[in-house]
Each structure stands twice: as C-alpha cells, then as structure tokens.
C-alpha cells in the first residue's frame, strides 16, 4: 500500500484544516487507518485512527475536535481538524496496518506527511 498525505498549509488559531490520505492497491477496505503528527524536537504522536470496518479513535490531543473518516471507494483516509491552535503545528502523517493498533512502531505502511501550521 502507497499513501499520500495532502491538505496541510497554514491557518490561523481557531481555524480549520481537512488533511486527505490516499492510498494505492485494492485493499485499501482490510487496512485500519490513522494520523499521527511529529513537532520538531518532538516524538511522534497519536492523532487518530479508524478501523477497517469504520470505527474512530481519537487521541487526548484531538478528542472533540478532529474527526477520522474514511471513504473505501476512494480508498482515501481523513482528517478533519477545527479549533486548531498554535501547538497543533507539526509535520502529520497517515499509516495503514492490517491488524489494529495505536503504536506508531507497528504501522507498516506511512505516507510522506504534511506540514500543518497554525499561527497564533
């Protein structure tokens, strides 16, 4: 599976940004998804997940304010971020595995990441 992250830029705090991940293959439907973000000087961070079958998992850092969707025609993956604030600002990318986790370690498929910067 390929995946290509898309959407990041720059938005002011409070202001919402959609991130898209498409992936490659046929098989897109039998991958659970998800985002994790790195700051600079930073570990990576769980953002978000969503099963195959759809269900979402939310991160401390984004529960009640991003929503994880996922479209398996499109074989696209998503991130919807609204309220977004100065400490949201990273590099954000999207994973796929077959077998359920929220450990970035056991992710084996990434995208390249998009930077998403919010100024204060």
């Known amino acids: 599976v390929q995946l290509q992250a898309s959407g990041g830029g720059l938005v002011q705090a409070g202001g919402s940004l959609g991130l898209s991940c498409a992936a490659s293959g046929r098989t897109f439907s039998q991958y659970n998804m998800a985002w994790f973000r790195q700051a600079p000087g930073k570990e990576r961070e769980f953002v978000a997940a969503?099963?195959?079958?759809?269900?979402?998992w939310y991160g401390d850092v984004a529960r009640g304010r991003f929503t994880v969707a996922r479209d398996n025609i499109r074989s696209t993956a998503y991130l919807h971020m609204n309220n977004l604030k100065p400490e949201d600002t990273a590099v954000y990318y999207c994973a796929a595995v077959r077998d359920w986790t929220l450990k970035a370690q056991e992710y084996d498929y990434w995208g390249q990441g998009t930077q998403v910067t919010v100024s204060s």
């Open positions: 969503i099963s195959s079958s759809g269900s979402p």
